[in-house]
Protein backbone atom coordinates (compact mmCIF):
# COMPACT_ATOMS: atom_id res chain seq x y z
CA UNK A 1 0.00 0.00 0.00
CA UNK A 2 1.56 3.25 -1.05
CA UNK A 3 2.37 6.22 1.45
CA UNK A 4 0.11 9.06 1.44
CA UNK A 5 1.50 12.38 0.67
CA UNK A 6 1.41 14.80 3.53
CA UNK A 7 -0.14 17.45 0.88
CA UNK A 8 -2.65 14.77 -0.18
CA UNK A 9 -3.99 14.30 3.62
CA UNK A 10 -4.79 18.22 3.41
CA UNK A 11 -6.65 18.14 0.58
CA UNK A 12 -8.03 15.42 1.57
CA UNK A 13 -9.47 16.51 4.77
CA UNK A 14 -10.30 20.24 3.22
CA UNK A 15 -12.71 17.97 0.85
CA UNK A 16 -14.63 16.29 3.63
CA UNK A 17 -14.71 19.61 5.30
CA UNK A 18 -17.07 21.71 2.16
CA UNK A 19 -13.35 23.50 1.41
CA UNK A 20 -11.79 21.77 -1.27
CA UNK A 21 -9.50 22.88 -4.04
CA UNK A 22 -7.89 25.35 -1.88
CA UNK A 23 -4.59 23.44 -1.49
CA UNK A 24 -1.92 25.72 -3.48
CA UNK A 25 1.79 24.83 -3.95
CA UNK A 26 4.25 27.73 -4.46
CA UNK A 27 7.29 27.76 -6.07
CA UNK A 28 9.22 29.73 -2.78
CA UNK A 29 9.40 28.55 0.95
CA UNK A 30 6.54 28.85 3.20
CA UNK A 31 8.24 27.59 6.33
CA UNK A 32 8.26 30.39 8.13
CA UNK A 33 5.25 32.95 7.91
CA UNK A 34 7.76 35.61 6.57
CA UNK A 35 8.11 33.69 3.66
CA UNK A 36 4.58 32.05 3.14
CA UNK A 37 3.50 36.61 3.64
CA UNK A 38 6.13 37.27 0.58
CA UNK A 39 5.61 34.06 -1.34
CA UNK A 40 1.81 34.88 -1.01
CA UNK A 41 2.04 38.88 -1.18
CA UNK A 42 0.26 39.13 1.97
CA UNK A 43 1.30 40.63 5.29
CA UNK A 44 2.87 38.08 7.43
CA UNK A 45 -0.16 38.45 9.96
CA UNK A 46 -2.44 36.67 7.91
CA UNK A 47 -0.28 33.28 7.34
CA UNK A 48 -1.41 30.75 10.46
CA UNK A 49 1.11 29.49 11.98
CA UNK A 50 0.99 25.78 13.60
CA UNK A 51 2.86 25.58 16.64
CA UNK A 52 2.59 22.25 18.49
CA UNK A 53 3.88 22.10 21.94
CA UNK A 54 4.04 19.32 24.60
CA UNK A 55 2.93 18.69 27.80
CA UNK A 56 5.84 17.41 29.59
CA UNK A 57 3.63 15.88 33.24
CA UNK A 58 1.40 14.17 30.12
CA UNK A 59 3.03 14.00 26.86
CA UNK A 60 0.06 15.63 24.94
CA UNK A 61 0.26 17.56 21.97
CA UNK A 62 -0.97 20.60 21.95
CA UNK A 63 -1.48 22.88 18.35
CA UNK A 64 -1.78 26.68 18.50
CA UNK A 65 -2.53 28.12 15.52
CA UNK A 66 -1.42 31.97 15.75
CA UNK A 67 -1.14 34.78 13.76
CA UNK A 68 2.67 34.94 11.87
CA UNK A 69 3.26 38.74 13.25
CA UNK A 70 2.63 37.49 17.05
CA UNK A 71 4.53 35.10 19.21
CA UNK A 72 3.01 32.61 21.77
CA UNK A 73 3.68 33.22 25.45
CA UNK A 74 4.62 29.98 26.92
CA UNK A 75 3.03 30.82 30.19
CA UNK A 76 -0.26 32.31 29.01
CA UNK A 77 -0.63 28.77 27.23
CA UNK A 78 0.47 26.60 30.30
CA UNK A 79 -2.48 29.09 32.10
CA UNK A 80 -4.95 27.78 29.25
CA UNK A 81 -3.72 24.26 29.23
CA UNK A 82 -3.70 23.99 33.10
CA UNK A 83 -0.16 22.60 32.82
CA UNK A 84 3.24 23.60 31.77
CA UNK A 85 4.16 23.39 28.23
CA UNK A 86 7.34 23.29 26.29
CA UNK A 87 7.75 23.58 22.42
CA UNK A 88 7.59 20.22 20.98
CA UNK A 89 10.65 18.58 18.98
CA UNK A 90 10.95 17.80 15.23
CA UNK A 91 10.38 13.77 16.15
CA UNK A 92 7.45 14.77 18.50
CA UNK A 93 5.52 16.87 16.30
CA UNK A 94 5.68 14.76 13.20
CA UNK A 95 4.98 11.55 15.40
CA UNK A 96 1.65 13.71 16.86
CA UNK A 97 0.63 15.55 13.52
CA UNK A 98 1.96 13.29 10.96
CA UNK A 99 3.65 16.94 9.18
CA UNK A 100 7.19 17.90 9.64
CA UNK A 101 8.06 21.29 10.56
CA UNK A 102 7.13 23.97 8.39
CA UNK A 103 4.66 22.00 6.90
CA UNK A 104 2.17 21.66 9.89
CA UNK A 105 -1.69 21.73 8.78
CA UNK A 106 -4.26 22.82 11.00
CA UNK A 107 -6.35 19.82 9.44
CA UNK A 108 -5.07 15.89 8.20
CA UNK A 109 -3.38 15.31 10.94
CA UNK A 110 -2.58 11.75 11.80
CA UNK A 111 -4.55 11.97 15.37
CA UNK A 112 -6.46 14.25 17.15
CA UNK A 113 -4.35 17.49 18.70
CA UNK A 114 -6.05 19.59 21.70
CA UNK A 115 -6.07 22.67 19.24
CA UNK A 116 -6.42 26.77 20.03
CA UNK A 117 -6.69 29.39 18.15
CA UNK A 118 -4.69 32.91 18.87
CA UNK A 119 -7.24 35.35 19.12
CA UNK A 120 -5.33 37.96 16.37
CA UNK A 121 -6.37 35.26 13.48
CA UNK A 122 -9.93 36.85 14.24
CA UNK A 123 -8.83 39.91 12.84
CA UNK A 124 -8.11 38.86 9.12
CA UNK A 125 -11.20 38.43 6.77
CA UNK A 126 -8.78 35.60 4.55
CA UNK A 127 -5.94 33.65 6.24
CA UNK A 128 -3.35 30.88 4.65
CA UNK A 129 -2.18 27.60 6.44
CA UNK A 130 0.29 25.38 5.66
CA UNK A 131 -0.75 22.22 3.78
CA UNK A 132 1.30 19.40 4.67
CA UNK A 133 4.55 20.43 2.82
CA UNK A 134 6.85 23.87 3.56
CA UNK A 135 5.54 24.47 -0.18
CA UNK A 136 1.93 24.29 0.35
CA UNK A 137 -0.82 26.16 1.36
CA UNK A 138 -4.59 26.83 1.80
CA UNK A 139 -6.80 29.72 2.13
CA UNK A 140 -9.82 30.07 5.06
CA UNK A 141 -11.77 32.50 6.75
CA UNK A 142 -10.94 32.66 10.27
CA UNK A 143 -14.47 31.37 10.72
CA UNK A 144 -13.65 28.53 8.12
CA UNK A 145 -10.73 27.37 10.23
CA UNK A 146 -12.31 27.16 13.47
CA UNK A 147 -15.54 25.44 12.22
CA UNK A 148 -12.39 22.74 10.19
CA UNK A 149 -10.24 22.52 13.69
CA UNK A 150 -12.78 22.43 16.48
CA UNK A 151 -10.52 24.90 18.54
CA UNK A 152 -10.79 27.40 21.32
CA UNK A 153 -9.95 30.88 20.57
CA UNK A 154 -7.64 31.89 23.43
CA UNK A 155 -5.50 35.24 23.99
CA UNK A 156 -1.84 33.50 23.98
CA UNK A 157 0.10 36.09 22.22
CA UNK A 158 2.79 38.09 23.88
CA UNK A 159 1.69 41.38 24.78
Not at 85 to 109: C, H, K, N, Y
Amino acid sequence: MAKVRSVDRVAAALDELGLGGRVRELPDSTRTAAEAGAALGCEVGQIVKSLVFRVPTTDEAVLVLASGSSRVDVGRLAEVVGAPVEQGSGAFVRERTGFAIGGVAPVGLVAPVRTYVERGVLGWSLVWAAAGSPRTVFDATPEELLAATGAAVVDVAEV
